[in-house]
């Protein structure tokens, strides 16, 4: 079966700055994305969780989309505008898909 490349981006971010970054998502014309809560992980600062949380500021999700590769840098600056002031992290990967026109 024929694959293509593509570029898988995940981004952690804070609660607050989510519709922010899923606007900018749009803008830059990412077809597509898929939110997940982040529930607890480990970080330069130690161990952290969103268990016992009252309000949203310090709940964590995870936005996961795949794009072409020659529109990666676009999406880039579009998501650093948004977790350069947040707590966050982005990592690129390389990925194959089996339906290329979806992305």
Excluded: N
């Excluded at 898988?8 to 077809?31: C, F």
């Excluded at 009252?54 to 964590?60: I, K, S, T, V």
């Amino acid at each position: 079966m024929q694959t293509h490349p593509k570029k898988r981006i995940e981004i952690v971010v804070e609660y607050p700055a989510l519709r922010r970054l899923l606007d900018r998502l749009d803008r830059s014309q990412v077809t597509g994305y898929t939110v997940i809560p982040a529930l607890a992980g480990r970080g330069h600062d130690g161990p952290w969780s969103s268990e016992g949380l009252a309000g949203d500021a310090g709940r964590m999700m995870m936005v996961i989309c795949i794009t072409d590769p020659a529109r990666l840098d676009p999406v880039l600056e579009e998501v650093y505008a948004v977790v350069a002031r947040h707590i966050g992290i982005v990592t690129i990967s390389d990925v194959q898909v089996i339906r290329s026109d979806h992305f």
